[in-house]
């Protein structure tokens, strides 16, 4: 392999990394909203961590982040 076929590996890896964090933030953002949607309207804890595929700590932390 060349180096200029390596950097243009390197680049394109990097812009789906890229691509993949600002889809991740996204659906974290997403996911955060929606529990708490779910939590204001009485939904327990227990019921959405295992809707969200979370443990009851994961839902409390990530109810605890700023967006």
């Known amino acids: 392999m060349s180096g ?6 390197i680049r ?3 812009e789906r990394r890229a691509q993949a964090a600002d889809l991740r ?3 974290t953002e997403d ?3 929606y529990c708490l949607e779910a939590q ?5 804890i227990s019921r959405i961590a295992s809707e969200a595929g979370l443990s009851r700590q994961g839902v409390y932390d990530l109810l605890a982040e700023r967006p």
């Open 4 to 9: 200029e076929k390596a950097i243009r590996g």
């Open 12 to 14: 394109q890896a990097a």
């Open 25 to 27: 933030k996204a659906a």
């Open 31 to 33: 996911l955060r909203r």
């Open 40 to 44: 204001k309207a009485g939904v327990s």
